[in-house]
C-alpha cells in the first residue's frame, strides 16, 4: 500500500521511499523515516495530503505520496 | 587538538567579522533570536560570490561587541539547495574561532538533532539553545536542557528568543565556547556526504531522543483545525486567491497615491525650495540648477517614492511569511506553478508583479532555493505593472476607442503567456547548480502564530536600507546621465540644457536608433524616444512623447493623440492599429523601468541582471515585429 491511498484519520508505519536519491533523503531529513510512526491528518488541494508526524506536519504531493509504501502497524 | 585546517585564511567579506553563526531548521526561530540578540544593529548582506541573503549583526555580549550571522535555514549539510550550501560553506570557511550556536526546536527535535549532529561534526564550537519547549510541555512532551544537553554532549540552554529578557542563559555557554578552539572537521563539509556518516548521524540522534521521555500521542491542534479551512481540496484555493487579491489591491489601490503623493512633493514644493535655495545662493538657473533639479532630486524622488511601497509589501509578505500562511500558499499553488518550474509560492512575487515589480524582484526572497529565486526575479519584469497602464491606456484610447478595454485585457493575457513561457525557457537556459531540477512538494508546515512585530520590523528596516544603498545609486546615476543626454546640444549651436530635445544628444541617439523600429512599424524618433524615456520608468514614456511632439500632454491628451495616430500612420504604412498594438506589447515585454533594473541587481546579480534586460528587448522587439507584421495583414 502506498501513502496516496491511506484515508484521513489512519496511523501508518513507512516501509520504503521510493522516489528519488534527492527526494528520499530529504524526507529522511525532516523524519519521515522507514519505521517512522505517522496520521494522514487531511487531503488537500490536487491530491496533495497532510502528514503528522510527531508534533509536525508535513504536505506532500500526490507523486511524492505515491513513492512512499506504508503499512498498518 | 588543533586543527591543521583551520590554518586557512579566513573567510573575508561579511562572515569575517562574525564570532557567532546562527544554524537551525527553516522556522525554528532563528531571525527571531537573531533580532533580539542583535537589535536594530544588523544589516543584509550576501553571502560570499553568491546572491543568498545573510543578517549580520553585532550581540552587546558581556560588554564586548560580538559580530553574530544568520544563516539561511538548512534541515542538513549535505547540501541540496545553494541555501544550505551556504551554510555548509559558512561553516566550513567562517572565522575558525566562530561558535556555531543551533537553534533546536523542542516540538521537532529529532529533526533538529540530525542538523546537530551534522554541525558537531565541522569540529567547531558548538552551543545548542532549546526553544519552543512551552509548546512541547503544553502538548505533553517535558523536555529539559540539562538532559539534552548530558544526552547530545554539548553546552544546550533552554529559552523562548520571543521574549529576550531569558536569553541570558546563552552568555556564559557561549563565552566558555569562544574561548575554545576548533578541532579537525569529521568530514569533508562541502561535498557529497556517505550513507556511513549518514547512518551514524541517524543513529545517534536516536541515541539521543531515546534518552528523553517520550512524546504524549499527537492530539489535534489549532493550527490542525485552521488547515482543515485553508488547506481544504475545495475551499483552500478561493481562499488563497482571496489573500492573492489583498496584496494585488495592497500594490495598486494602497501604495499608488502614496508613490505619486512622496513623486509631486519632490517635483513641487522640494522642488521649488531647492530652486529658490540655489537661488539664493547666486548658482540657480542654467545647467546647474537642471542637474540638481531635473537630474539628482528627480533620481532621488524616484528613490524615495519607492518606499512605502516597498514597506507595505514587504510588511504583508512578512506577515503572511510570520503567521505560518506563506507555507499554506506554497501547498495550494503548487500544481500550477509547477508546470513552470516553480515553487508554489512564486505566484506572491508575481501577483507583486502586477502592481509594481521593484518590490516584487525583491518578494522573490520568500523561496525557498536560490535557483527558484533567480528564475522568478527573471519573470517578474513579464508581469504588466500598473505603471504599464498608463502606455496602454493613452494608445488604446487613441487607436482602438470602441474597443479599448479589450485590448488592454488582451495585454494581460499577454503578460500572462509570458510568464507562462519565459517560466519554461529559463527552468532551460538556469543551470541548476547541483539543485534538483524539478522539486516535489516535501514541506513542513510550521504551526499557526502571531508573526513577532519586532522582527519583522527590523528585517523591514535592514531591506529599505539596502534599497536606498545599492538601488538608490543606481537610479540616481542613470538619471543623472539621461538628464545629461538631454541637456548635451549636438545641433543648432544652443547652450547646455538650452537645447530643444530634438537637437540633443539624446533626440539625436533616437534619430538614429528609430530605423530599428521600422520592422515594427514604428521607425520615427519620437517614439524611439519615448521607448528610450520608458526605460526610466513607464510614466515617463507618455511624458517624453508629450515633450518630443512639444504639446500639452496633460488633460484629456487629445492632441498628443492627435500627432501619434498622424506618425504611426506614417511609419506604418498605412496600418496604425497595427503599429500601435505592436508599440503596446513592446512597452509590455522590454524593461520595467531603472528601479526594477537596480532591484535585480541587487537580488539577481550583475550578470544575470544583464542577460535579463538582454532577453526583455530581444523579447520585445521580436513579439512586436510578429504582432505589427501580422496584424497588418488582417
Keep these: 500500500m502506498h501513502l496516496a491511498e491511506v484515508s484521513p484519520g489512519r496511523e501508518v508505519v513507512i516501509g520504503a521511499l521510493h522516489g528519488t536519491p534527492d527526494a528520499s533523503s530529504r524526507l529522511r531529513e525532516i523524519g519521515l523515516r522507514p519505521g517512522a510512526l505517522i496520521r494522514v491528518v487531511q487531503r488537500s488541494t490536487f491530491g496533495a495530503i497532510i502528514v503528522a508526524h510527531g508534533f509536525s506536519s508535513v504536505a506532500l504531493d500526490r507523486d511524492t505520496a505515491r513513492s512512499i509504501t506504508v503499512a498498518v502497524p | 587538538m588543533t586543527c591543521p585546517a583551520c590554518e586557512t585564511p579566513p573567510a573575508s567579506g561579511p562572515l569575517a567579522e562574525a564570532a557567532v553563526l546562527l544554524v537551525g531548521n527553516p522556522n525554528v526561530g532563528k531571525t527571531t533570536l537573531f533580532n533580539a540578540l542583535t537589535g536594530a544593529h544588523q544589516r543584509a548582506v550576501n553571502a560570499p560570490g553568491t546572491t543568498i541573503e545573510l543578517a549580520v549583526g553585532t550581540w552587546a555580549l558581556d560588554g564586548a561587541e560580538v559580530g553574530v550571522a544568520d544563516l539561511p535555514g538548512a534541515f542538513s549539510l549535505d547540501a541540496r539547495s545553494l541555501d544550505e550550501r551556504a551554510v555548509a560553506e559558512a561553516l566550513d570557511q567562517a572565522n575558525p574561532a566562530a561558535v556555531a550556536l543551533v537553534v533546536l526546536d523542542g516540538t521537532a527535535l ?81 561535498g557529497p556526504v556517505s550513507e556511513v556518516d549518514v547512518a551514524r548521524w541517524f543513529a545517534w540522534v536516536e541515541r539521543v531522543t531515546d534518552s528523553l ?54 517635483g513641487g514644493p522640494v522642488a521649488d525650495s531647492v530652486s529658490s535655495g540655489l537661488g539664493w545662493l547666486g548658482i540657480g538657473g542654467g545647467w546647474f540648477e537642471g542637474l540638481v533639479i531635473d537630474g539628482i532630486l528627480t533620481g532621488l524622488g524616484v528613490v524615495f517614492s519607492f518606499l512605502p511601497l516597498l514597506a507595505l509589501v514587504f510588511t504583508a509578505l512578512g506577515v503572511l511569511d510570520g503567521s505560518g500562511y506563506l507555507a499554506r500558499a506554497a501547498v495550494v499553488a503548487d500544481r500550477a506553478m509547477r508546470v513552470i518550474g516553480l515553487d508554489g509560492r512564486a505566484v506572491l512575487p508575481l501577483m507583486v508583479g502586477f502592481g509594481c515589480n521593484v518590490p516584487a524582484i525583491e518578494a522573490t526572497r520568500v523561496l525557498p532555493r536560490a535557483r527558484q529565486r533567480l528564475i522568478a526575479g527573471l519573470l ?122 530634438a537637437d540633443s544628444a539624446f533626440g539625436v541617439g533616437a534619430k538614429a536608433a528609430a530605423p530599428a523600429l521600422a520592422p515594427l512599424g514604428l521607425g520615427d524618433w519620437h517614439i524611439a524616444a519615448a521607448l528610450a524615456s520608458g526605460f526610466v520608468a513607464k510614466e515617463v514614456a507618455v511624458g517624453a512623447l508629450a515633450e518630443t511632439y512639444a504639446v500639452d500632454g496633460t488633460g484629456d491628451g487629445t492632441a498628443l493623440a492627435t500627432r501619434l495616430r498622424e506618425t504611426l500612420a506614417e511609419t506604418s504604412g498605412g496600418h496604425p492599429r497595427a503599429a500601435a498594438l505592436a508599440f503596446m506589447v513592446f512597452a509590455l515585454a522590454y524593461t520595467p523601468c531603472l528601479a526594477t533594473v537596480a532591484q535585480m541587481k541587487r537580488s539577481l546579480g550583475r550578470r544575470w541582471t544583464t542577460i535579463g534586460v538582454g532577453v526583455q528587448l530581444v523579447v520585445a522587439w521580436v513579439l512586436g515585429a510578429l504582432v505589427f507584421q501580422i496584424a497588418r495583414l488582417l
Excluded at chain 2, 134 to 145: E, T
Excluded at chain 2, 158 to 183: E, M, N
Excluded at chain 2, 228 to 239: K, S
Design chain 2, 213 to 266: 521521555p517520550s512524546a504524549a500521542p499527537r492530539r489535534t491542534t489549532v493550527t490542525d483545525r485552521v488547515d482543515r479551512v485553508l488547506l481544504h481540496p475545495w475551499v483552500g484555493v478561493p481562499v488563497f486567491l482571496a489573500v492573492m487579491w489583498g496584496l494585488f489591491e495592497l500594490c495598486t489601490r494602497v501604495a499608488g497615491p502614496l508613490i505619486s503623493g512622496i513623486a509631486s512633493f519632490a
Design chain 2, 110 to 190: 529529532p529533526r533538529s538533532l540530525y542538523l546537530l549532529a551534522q554541525v558537531i561534526d565541522t569540529g567547531r564550537p558548538v552551543v545548542g539553545l532549546l526553544t519552543m519547549v512551552d509548546v512541547a510541555r503544553d502538548r505533553g512532551l517535558a523536555l529539559d536542557a540539562r538532559s539534552l544537553s548530558r544526552a547530545a554532549g554539548i553546552p544546550i540552554v533552554s529559552a523562548d528568543p520571543r521574549k529576550r529578557s531569558g536569553l541570558q542563559v546563552l552568555a556564559a555557554p557561549v563565552i566558555a565556547a569562544l574561548a575554545a578552539t576548533r578541532v579537525a572537521p569529521r568530514v569533508p563539509r562541502v
Design chain 2, 380 to 501: 517578474v519584469p513579464y508581469t504588466s505593472c500598473s505603471a504599464r497602464l498608463t502606455v496602454y491606456l493613452l494608445l488604446a484610447a487613441a487607436f482602438f476607442p470602441g474597443s479599448a478595454g479589450t485590448v488592454i485585457f488582451g495585454l494581460y493575457l499577454t503578460s500572462v503567456a509570458l510568464v507562462a513561457i519565459g517560466g519554461l525557457a529559463f527552468r532551460k537556459l538556469v543551470p541548476t547548480n547541483g539543485e534538483p531540477e524539478r522539486e516535489s512538494l516535501v514541506l513542513v508546515l510550521p504551526p499557526y502564530q502571531w508573526p513577532d512585530l519586532r522582527t519583522l520590523w527590523h528585517s523591514i528596516a535592514a531591506r529599505l536600507r539596502g534599497f536606498m544603498r545599492e538601488a538608490g545609486a543606481v537610479i540616481v546615476i542613470a538619471l543623472v546621465a539621461m538628464w545629461a543626454l538631454a541637456a548635451i546640444p549636438v545641433r543648432g549651436g544652443y547652450g547646455v540644457a538650452e537645447v530643444p530635445i
